[in-house]
T-cell receptor
Framework: GQQLNQSPQSMFIQEGEDVSMNCTSS?????WLWYKQDPGEGPVLLIA?????ELTSNGRLTAQFGITRKDSFLNISASIPSDVGIYFC?????????????FGQGTTLQVKP | DAGVIQSPRHEVTEMGQEVTLRCKPI?????LFWYRQTMMRGLELLIY????????DSGMPEDRFSAKMPNASFSTLKIQPSEPRDSAVYFC????????????FGSGTQLSVL
């Protein structure tokens, strides 16, 4: 089935540093979503993207819908300890006629104070 | 406004026992999804409903798994008999009809089958 390749798999950074992660697919997507999961909780939606080239911010988070429609990027500026968690990309393929989202494998972020 | 509510938060059972997980979606949401999360396989979609009707159950691993949605505010995922390899976190999620695709997750049920 369709898969999303999310990278990096994990990151260990110093507080204050900027973070970048990305997600790529083998097919064209109509929608990209970015979620964050805290330990013991369900994923929480951070940013949703619907158009190629779209750049959307949510506080220190910025995400972009790649112009090829096969990738998306999430950047976190000036990281803080509470940014720790697992970040997931998710999307819906243009060829999909269902309500199903495909999820990436996640990027685990650790921030050292 | 309450989010997606799942119960129980934790379930520990012995192999062979029946397990029932419960979910109350956000009011007004027409779509309900059941996901399973493991370290090895990440987030896997098991089944989803639209207006209480199962639309796609291709992710349900075996006949031991079944899901129902008797009304718009309640769904169950049942495993019978349970096996140790079923140990995982099970999430319920819902979203409204429309093009936003924004999925809202519950806090999950941590299932341990001994």
């Amino acid at each position: 089935g369709q898969q999303l390749n999310q990278s990096p798999q994990s990151m260990f950074i110093q507080e204050g540093e900027d973070v970048s992660m990305n997600c790529t697919s083998s097919s064209i997507f109509n929608t990209w979503l970015w979620y964050k999961q805290d330990p013991g909780e369900g994923p929480v939606l951070l940013i949703a993207l619907y158009k190629a080239g779209e750049l959307t911010s949510n506080g220190r988070l910025t995400a972009q819908f790649g112009i090829t429609r096969k990738d998306s990027f999430l950047n976190i500026s000036a990281s803080i300890p509470s940014d720790v968690g697992i970040y997931f990309c998710a999307g819906r393929s243009r060829s999909s006629n269902t309500g199903k989202l495909i999820f990436g494998q996640g990027t685990t972020l650790q921030v050292k104070p | 406004d309450a989010g997606v509510i799942q119960s129980p938060r934790h379930e520990v059972t012995e192999m062979g026992q029946e397990v029932t997980l419960r979910c109350k979606p956000i009011s007004g949401h027409d779509y309900l999804f059941w996901y399973r999360q493991t370290m090895m396989r990440g987030l896997e979609l098991l089944i989803y409903f639209n207006n209480n009707v199962p639309i796609d159950d291709s992710g349900m691993p075996e006949d031991r798994f079944s899901a129902k949605m008797p009304n718009a505010s309640f769904s169950t995922l049942k495993i019978q008999p349970s096996e140790p390899r079923d140990s995982a976190v099970y999430f319920c999620a819902s979203r409204p009809t429309g093009g936003s695709e924004k999925l809202f997750f519950g806090s999950g049920t941590q299932l341990s089958v001994l």
